[in-house]
């Protein structure tokens, strides 16, 4: 027995030592990820901190842009709120707290997170955060101490979770896989230039939430469902836009659940730690009814539209053909979107409830965040972000649609980065992106060769069709064109008076039609996942 | 067709490299820039808006053009894009200080579009390098912190000058003297501060190139010589043809700056400088009556009277003998054998020599060494530890350059990163194959007898691994650094402002009198 095992390792090691020498021959990487996975995200790591905060040195949104500015005053306005004021008025409108501008409008951990963040900015520089004076506080240090918050919580809780994901990613697949292919998985998570982009040009801490999600993801690929849960419930605490990954999570978790000895059992250890996540975070506001509801009420902004601006999604889409805003009530229209973003999102719960698998789950958060981002109600350009995240963790799985998505998810914000001044930034970090993708030896430039495509469609004959008419050449060459044409037409010239939006309704328009494309497609890609599910797979899950 | 094949595949990862220090460079547009930005207009408009005739005598701004005519010419060249982006970029007048994004963009631009020229430099000194060799050197090379800080935040145009002297030694060292020689008169007449070299260049052509008889080294020395001078009269006679190369030169050479830079460079005269306070600071305690100094160090402005108190005055010609006397061994080594595989290390060598001990040197001409020793430093282990040691240093006294708040986490993670990016490929270089199979075979008897040996883990740390002397020394950039930054202002206040400064220029310039000794010692062993 005890020689068997030995022999075991032997027989392990001499693979392990082959493929590395196999790696070294043609790995251009070898330098890279020879130390192993930790040293290579160190690596990686250090570059990605210093793209941020290369792209720090930007603009922000509605920098000099009196009397509302941007997204940036609403932050460092929460920062002056939460470090002034008692923890029971940050979401009451009162003298010292007119919510009309710019009132706390996300769920108490970001209110935490502000407060932690304000007293950093305290410390440094006490103008930027006083009650009143400092509204409007534009100043080099401000500016400066304002991006180093974001840097350390990404730091702090993206990093990390990035890290976790890749290790159990890894484990999943049973270290199988080369080396390099990690370290690129890495890069491509890491490198996110959607993500950058928004938090670090625009400004905004997503970087907290989608961290928080992705430990989440980490935690239940790896059978910490508690811990999963914990996380996830941080992550929408944080934002509530993370509800997008909601029918996912919930699906998948208590499809586990199910085929467990004792579901019921299971299902409410679960659901003790949402509430018991749900009580601390939410503690201040517990004490009463009216306390509770009011900032609920912040964070549910039903009273906006349907849609803002031009995103790429169904409502604000078809409004070309049919006036949603004007035929019917707000009111109906909240059901409207309600409706098709559940019906939207059934297929992709039913198969993980049916059949809960972890690449299946990827898929699934996929696909809700899809849904929700082209059917709910009051979506903003910038949650394009939260689909690109699961995509970019399946980016081994899926390189072409990764790197075609993030292409259009880009191209979507692209007039909102503009009004930021971020169009360097922007081509800066798209070039990057693409370069990373085609890292010479890496998975993106390997799967554009012939023979690898050929053979992942055989493997996956349903979805053939759309994979084959979506990454033609031709197709592909054209719609890039395209882009890269309306790009410069952006740039370059004025709309006529008449239709003052019109390059905004094209980018629109074009990025729907592809996001739409994507959605079908990722479906039915989650759905082929049951046919692979042989019996062993089935009996392993029962475990 | 292999081979063709794997060349291209060889060029595609450079340019993958390069795309990516580019897309670092484009995003760094933004950030601090010095006065040089603006003494680079300046000359765009100079060069723009006046007939040659002028370009030396102009003194409309304070920065007047001081090098030499080919580098005034590739501004003239520039200019005529800048004209077309805006036309006030290049006015003489209204352009003073000019500030527009357009400006900016336009410079910060053409400088990452000059540096192409860099990386064929890098990759022709490279092309005969195995490709796990070459792929390091392009890292180091490529990905180098010191340029991307001078260059694309401080702003100057040493990428693409490197460019010209990298591939005068590639040439040199693929035996093809005459080319070698040309684009280094080229070189000189882009930026004088590279003539430092030019002993070593003139030893090793003369007794590399023009040998083999009298009359054919002879036949063969009026060809270089021939060569040498066309290129300084096609950069100096239109100046010559108009009776100014005496202004010219005087403009070139100005040596009414002092032997210190105002941030001194991490040089042989820090310690002098060091040695001349103390012995001042005793004899004062002793009691005797020491005269303060006519001019200060510390006060930042130096000019033509003595600052020192006790020890004597440095006088150009002092700095210039030093300079040729620390060369010469280099130069007697040279002339006894000169090889074309040792080219490399000499240049490197004089450039060392003429940072240590030269006049008015400035901290960025520490690149010009570390570049050309990136090339080499792959060569044995011993090349990659003082590489490792010499690139970190270089970079770190770079570091006040960029003095600003904003530029401080920029520095700090380029030279990080560097310094684990070289410490992952000498790793990987050094560990290869020979760590692989004897762990392999000690896994195999270990797994065999189920002994647990944690041999495999020592064996792959046993490739490169530094001495505690080196390793204490880096370690000390960082206490240095710490104490310049956080304890210094935080202990002392607003006392003492130039310590952390005068910390850092000691500091370096130890690893740079050790990287000095050590370069000297190898040029004298390698055979």
């Known amino acids: 027995m005890k020689k ?41 790591s250090l570059f990605a901190l210093l793209v941020r905060v290369a792209v720090g040195l930007h603009p922000y949104s509605g920098a000099k842009t009196p009397p509302k500015y941007g997204d940036y005053e609403a932050q460092r306005h929460w920062m002056e709120i939460t470090l002034n004021l008692p923890a029971k008025d940050w979401y009451r409108n009162s003298s010292v707290n007119n919510l009309s501008y710019w009132g706390l409008d996300y769920p108490p951990l970001t209110a935490y997170q502000s407060y932690i963040h304000g007293v950093f900015l305290k410390t440094f520089d006490p103008d930027s955060v006083a009650l009143f004076t400092s509204r409007g506080h534009e100043s080099y240090l401000g500016k400066l101490l304002m991006r180093w918050t974001v840097l350390f919580s990404d730091v702090l809780i993206f990093f990390p979770a990035v890290l976790y994901f890749v290790f159990v990613y890894r484990a999943m697949q049973s270290g199988r896989g080369r080396k390099s292919d990690v370290a690129w998985h890495i890069a491509i998570i890491l490198l996110n230039p959607c993500l950058i982009l928004i938090d670090h040009g625009h400004f905004q801490y997503n970087c ?4 928080f999600t992705m430990a989440a993801v980490a935690a239940s690929l790896s059978q910490r469902d508690p811990v999963a849960s914990v996380l996830y419930c941080l992550a929408l605490n944080h934002k509530q836009m ?35 996540t749900f009580a601390i975070v939410w503690w201040p506001y517990l004490h009463s009814k009216d306390a509770a509801f009011s900032v609920l009420s912040r964070l549910a902004p039903f009273e906006r539209g349907i849609y803002e601006d031009y995103v790429a999604n169904f409502w604000c889409t078809t409004s070309v053909l049919v006036k ?25 719960m039913v198969q993980q409830v049916l059949a809960p ?13 899809l849904s929700f981002y082209l ?45 930021d001044k971020l169009v360097l930034a922007y081509m800066a970090l798209y070039a990057l992106f693409v370069l990373l993708y085609f890292a010479p030896g890496g998975p993106g430039g390997r799967c554009n060769s012939s023979k690898t495509l050929d053979h992942k469609q055989k493997a996956k004959k349903g979805t053939k069709f759309v994979s084959s008419v979506a990454f033609h050449p031709l197709v592909m060459g054209f719609l890039c064109l395209c882009s890269l044409i309306l790009h410069v037409i952006y740039l370059t010239m004025r709309p006529p008076k008449k239709y003052p939006f019109l390059f905004e309704a094209v980018i629109m328009l074009l990025c729907f039609s592809q996001f739409i494309i994507f959605t079908f497609y990722f479906n039915s890609k989650q759905w082929m996942l049951l046919k692979h599910l042989t019996s062993k797979d089935k009996q392993k899950k029962l475990i | 067709m292999a081979k063709h094949e794997s060349r291209s595949m060889s060029i595609a990862q450079l340019l993958w490299y390069m795309g990516i220090a580019t897309t670092i460079k484009l995003l760094v547009i933004p950030s601090y820039h010095s006065t040089d930005l603006e003494v680079h207009r300046h000359w765009l408009a100079i060069t723009h808006s006046l007939p040659l005739s002028q370009w030396y005598f102009d003194e409309t701004s304070q920065w007047t053009l001081d090098y030499p005519p080919f580098f005034a010419y590739f501004q003239r060249f520039l200019s005529v894009f800048a004209h077309l982006v805006d036309p006030q970029i290049v006015h003489l007048h209204h352009g003073l200080n000019y500030k527009a994004s357009s400006a900016i963009y336009f410079q910060r631009i053409s400088v990452i579009v000059s540096d192409l020229f860099f990386m064929y430099g890098v990759y022709r000194c490279t092309s005969n390098l195995p490709s796990l060799k070459r792929n390091l050197v392009w890292i180091l090379a490529v990905w180098s912190p010191g340029l991307v800080i001078v260059d694309h935040l401080h702003f100057q145009y040493n990428g693409f000058l490197f460019g010209w002297l990298l591939l005068s030694i590639s040439f040199l060292a693929q035996g093809r003297d005459l080319m070698g020689g040309f684009l280094f008169a080229v070189l ?110 510390t006060g930042g402005l130096v000019g033509d009277a003595s600052p020192f108190v006790i020890l004597p005055q440095i006088t150009p010609m002092t700095t210039f003998i030093l300079v040729l006397l620390a060369l010469s061994p280099c130069l007697i080594k040279t002339w006894m054998d000169p090889r074309p595989r040792l080219i490399t290390r000499s240049v490197a060598y004089a450039y060392t020599c003429g940072f240590l001990f030269g006049w008015h040197v400035h901290e960025k001409a520490s690149l010009h060494f570390v570049i050309p020793l990136a090339i080499v430093a792959v060569e044995s282990m011993e090349d990659a530890k003082h590489y490792f040691m010499l690139s970190i240093v270089s970079s770190y006294s770079l570091f006040p350059l960029l003095y600003e708040a904003q530029e401080y986490p920029i520095k700090v993670l380029l030279l990080l990163l560097h310094s684990i990016l070289i410490w992952f490929c000498f790793s990987a270089q050094f560990t290869k194959n020979k760590a692989m199979k004897s762990t392999l075979q000690a896994d195999k008897k270990a797994a065999q007898f189920e002994l647990k040996g944690s041999s495999r883990t020592a064996a792959v740390n046993g490739g490169f691994v530094l001495g505690w002397l080196a390793k204490s020394y880096l370690f000390g950039v960082l206490v240095v650094e710490i104490w310049g930054q956080f304890l210094h202002p935080y202990l002392l206040g607003d006392k003492f402002p130039f310590v952390p400064l005068m910390l850092i220029s000691i500091y ?19 055979s």
């Open chain 1, 4 to 44: 068997k095992r030995g022999m075991e390792k032997v027989k392990r090691l001499e693979d392990m030592v082959n493929a590395e020498n196999d790696d070294s021959e043609g790995d251009p990487w070898w330098w890279l990820v020879q130390k192993g996975i930790k040293h290579s995200f160190l690596c990686i």
């Open chain 1, 242 to 276: 993370s509800a997008y990954f909601a029918p996912a999570f919930f699906s998948y978790l208590l499809g586990k659940c199910l085929r467990h000895k004792n579901p019921l059992l299971e299902v409410s250890k679960l659901g003790l730690m949402v509430i018991g």
């Open chain 1, 208 to 211: 907290i939430s989608l961290g």
């Open chain 2, 188 to 297: 000189l007449c882009f930026k004088h501060l590279f003539a430092v070299a030019a002993p070593v260049y003139f030893v090793y052509l003369l007794r590399h190139y023009c040998r083999g008889g009298l009359v054919k080294g002879f036949a063969r020395l009026s060809v270089m010589g021939a060569v040498v001078v066309a290129v300084f009269a096609a950069a100096y006679g239109p100046f010559v043809y108009h009776g100014q190369i005496q202004q010219v030169i005087r403009r070139m050479f100005p040596f009414g700056r002092g032997l210190c830079h105002a941030y001194w460079a991490p040089n042989f005269w820090v310690f002098y400088i060091m040695l001349d306070k103390g012995i001042a600071f005793l004899l004062t305690k002793f009691g005797f009556n020491i005269p303060s100094p006519a001019a200060s160090f």
């Open chain 2, 508 to 526: 370096c310039a130890l690893g740079i009198l050790y990287s000095w000794i050590w370069q000297l010692t190898q040029i004298m062993i390698l």
């Open chain 1, 324 to 348: 949603w805003k004007k035929v019917f009530t707000t009111q109906s229209l909240r059901i409207f979107s309600l409706a098709a973003t559940v019906l939207t999102c059934l297929p992709s």
């Open chain 1, 375 to 419: 059917f709910s109600f009051q979506v903003h350009e910038k949650s394009i972000l939260l689909p690109l995240l699961p995509l970019s963790l399946l980016a081994l799985e899926e390189p072409r649609s990764l790197l075609w998505l993030t292409h259009f998810a880009m191209f979507s914000m692209f007039p909102l980065l503009q009004r």
């Open chain 1, 357 to 369: 698998s972890s690449k299946g789950f990827l898929y699934g958060l996929l696909n809700s965040s």
